[in-house]
Structures are given as structure tokens and as C-alpha cells.
């Protein structure tokens, strides 16, 4: 089965730029999505097809994917923008697969 | 306002069954495939289910092949899950969500429920 792997926590400054990664193989070749989910809340779709935003996501959050890394960035992160990130895509062996998740602290 | 709400989790034996609704309003609800997503507690996502725009497609992960099955109703704007043979790994946060696209593929989910909770245990 289709896996993809993220990093279990990332810290990051007020202000500064965080940016975290999920790995799977030839990821490249697929399309990515990321959701945020803060605690008690439903996830939040900030970015999908790799670098698109849906409407209301603030332009900060920006996406990547290439080779066997899609990467989320966000930059002048907000203590808002603390909470968990879930990369996501498809594989038609599987089904969708999500990561296993980046937990965000804003220090 | 676009709007998944879920309904009909609550505790079940082990091997027993439940049937879990997801009314949604707000949008063209035949016009897009739709999934159930759970949350164990304190545990990432897990993808559960998935059904194209017309019913005439399902998906199902591993963990739950041969024991849920999924179906909706478009002219009621419903999404269903039954749940049969249940375990304690089914414990969790069931979320009913909305894809981007016509079937399930190379989709995301746009819109989540708050989701409805169902406990395995005796």
C-alpha cells in the first residue's frame, strides 16, 4: 500500500518561515493536498493539486511537490497557524492516503 | 452555507453495527464525489470510504473491505455508512466530506463535517 511520511513535529518563531515536507514514492507524479486541523476542530483544506489556495487561505500558506517531496511553507507564521498539518493524495492501488501528520508550535 | 452534518454514531459491541447519515445542504450535492474520513483519538486521519457523484462507484481502504459499505442518496443530498462486523480499531471521529471532483481520484476534500463519534467496546 501507498505511504506518506511527514515529520512528527516542527517549531517555528513568530514571524519566521516554517516549512515541513511529506515524502512518498514518485509523489511527484501526484497531486498533494494539505489540511490543517487545530484541537476539537474539523481539518481545513489550505492547499490542494499542489499549489493552489482555496479561497480564504491566506497567501503565506504555499505548496510544493516535485521528485518524491511535496512541501508546505508558511512564511510571517502567526501563532494562528499553530496546529497539526496533514499531507494527502491519491494512489489507485490504495485509495486517498493521508500523512501521518506535522504538529506546528509557534514559540 | 455549505454544510456536512453527521448523525447515528454512538456505542457498539464489538461485531455489532451502525449506520452512520451525513445530510448536506448548501451546494449541488450529485454533482461530487463524497468520502468518510476518520480520527482515531489523539491519532491522525485515516481515509475510510469514498463514492462517485452518481452512487456507481465506491471505494474502500483495506482496513474496512468487506465489513463497510457506502451509498448515498442524491435526491435527499445524503451520504451513508454502514458499518458491519465491528471492531475495536473502528473507534473513532467519523467525518462525512465533500471532493472537488466528479469521482473519487485525484481529489481533495473542500468541505468536512464536525463529525460523529463511534466507540467500539463491550
Known amino acids: 500500500s501507498y505511504e506518506l511520511t511527514q515529520e512528527l513535529s516542527v517549531s517555528v518563531s513568530p514571524g519566521q518561515t516554517a516549512s515541513f515536507t511529506c515524502s512518498g514514492d514518485?509523489?511527484?507524479?501526484?497531486?498533494v493536498s494539505w489540511y490543517q486541523q487545530k484541537p476539537g476542530q474539523s481539518p481545513v483544506l489550505v492547499i490542494y493539486?499542489?499549489?493552489k489556495r482555496p479561497s480564504g487561505i491566506p497567501e503565506r500558506f504555499s505548496g510544493s511537490n516535485s521528485g518524491n517531496t511535496a512541501t508546505l511553507t508558511i512564511s510571517g507564521t502567526q501563532g494562528m497557524d499553530e496546529a497539526d498539518y496533514y499531507c494527502?493524495?491519491?494512489?489507485?492501488?490504495?485509495?486517498?492516503?493521508f500523512g501521518s501528520g506535522t504538529k506546528v508550535t509557534v514559540l | 452555507e455549505v454544510q456536512l452534518l453527521e448523525s447515528g454514531g454512538g456505542l457498539a459491541q464489538p461485531g455489532g453495527s451502525l449506520r452512520l447519515s451525513c445530510a448536506a445542504s448548501?451546494?449541488?450535492?450529485?454533482?461530487?464525489?463524497m468520502s468518510w474520513v476518520r480520527q482515531a483519538p489523539g491519532k491522525g486521519l485515516e481515509w475510510v470510504s469514498g463514492?462517485?457523484?452518481?452512487?456507481?462507484?465506491?471505494y474502500y481502504a483495506d482496513s474496512v473491505k468487506g465489513r463497510f459499505t457506502i451509498s448515498r442518496d442524491n435526491s435527499n443530498n445524503m451520504l451513508f455508512l454502514q458499518m458491519d462486523s465491528l471492531r475495536g480499531e473502528d473507534t473513532a471521529l467519523y467525518y462525512c466530506?465533500?471532493?472537488?471532483?466528479?469521482?473519487?481520484?485525484?481529489?481533495?476534500?473542500?468541505?468536512w463535517g464536525q463529525g460523529t463519534m463511534v466507540t467500539v467496546s463491550s
Open positions: 514518485k509523489l511527484g507524479d501526484k497531486y
Open positions: 493539486q499542489d499549489v
Open positions: 463514492i462517485g457523484r452518481n452512487g456507481g462507484s465506491t
Open positions: 448548501g451546494f449541488t450535492f450529485s454533482r461530487y464525489a
Open positions: 494527502q493524495a491519491w494512489d489507485s492501488t490504495t485509495g486517498y492516503v
Open positions: 466530506t465533500k471532493d472537488q471532483v466528479l469521482e473519487p481520484s485525484e481529489g481533495e476534500f473542500d468541505m
